[in-house]
């Protein structure tokens, strides 16, 4: 069973946290960068590691028990702990999604460093992460969340690290299945294709 | 083209690297999952966001032009810039592979608050990001890289977050095709089955 937690936050208290966490994250995914690409010496990354234990065990002084999860208050959802697209998950490139006037969503986007596969290109497992979110968020709604039941990826060259778009759009539903399609794409045209049967969970049918 | 990096780096070097890096990558990957989860004032997240900036600056300070790259030492590759099994990437659990004698490949790892999808349960991408790095290195050797050309996964059930394991294997090879198989398992068994079609890249043949 999968649960929600539900917070009285109100708008304005919403937009509070995002000033205070948005730009936090955005450090950390800075730090990430440096971390795979820094070459000083050992003393300036042993001094590095010190710190950051310091303000790991700070953060940690108040923290929730368990991971973020996906909480609810006026204004929707607040998937902010999400990989893909979560304002307080510093692995989150993050994604940005904007629903097109058809029903179908897209995204503009950067990949650095930490998403690094074959040299210079996007590691094929990021490109599947970021589409099976992509293709589970074109298949979903507020009032129907549905999650992947069978997604296929197919890679038709290497992806640049740099900037990228990627969409996606419901085919067809039927029944608890939804059909979804979508792509990753750079300037110079599409290079990964996927498509998936995203199912209605029991627990929202 | 992909571009390998060669580092003229003796085995006793790499070891050294191994011991600076490895601990500091794993300092912030603590940090990652703590900005996920904190619960501390504005004035303690601000203050730490101004510390990381300046850690973030001073290794900055030396730093490589682009991204980690693949590098090859002494003792075969270094792909420690790598999202799923670097030892320099903080965004990677990391997974440490291993062969059996069989050939197929396995390893045991935990996913906490950072890789989370529906609440309490694995991203459905985090799946597939894992997925396609197990099945290419059951699909690959030193000699034989290999690159996704398609991957199918299948989502049996919600994968909890915490201790998983994960194997694959080659199924057959018919050209410059090889054809592996692999799953995701929790105590209770497999969550995610995955099937996938590897291709020798052009200039590696």
Redesign the interface.
Known sequence: M????VQNLNGEEVE?LRG??G???D??R???D???????D?D???T??A???A??A???????D?????RLSEGGQMP?????I?L????APPLVMRRSADGGIHADFHL??????????V????S??????VL?EAASSAQNPR?????????LR?TP?GDLHTEARIVRTEGVKTFAVGHIADADGVTVEAEGVFITPKWAR
Request: charged share 15%.
């Open positions: 999968v649960e929600f937690t509070r205070v966490f730009p936090f994250t450090s950390v800075e730090l990430i440096a971390t795979i690409r820094t070459e000083v050992a300036v990354v042993a590095a590691k710190e950051i234990d303000i790991t700070r953060l940690r002084s108040a923290q929730l368990g991971p973020f999860g996906v902010w702990g999400n990989p893909v979560g307080r998950n510093p692995i650095g460093a930490a998403y690094e596969g074959p040299p210079g290109h590691h094929g497992g990021v599947a992460l970021i589409l099976d979110h589970g999650l992947t039941g069978t997604i296929s990826m197919r890679y290497t690290l």
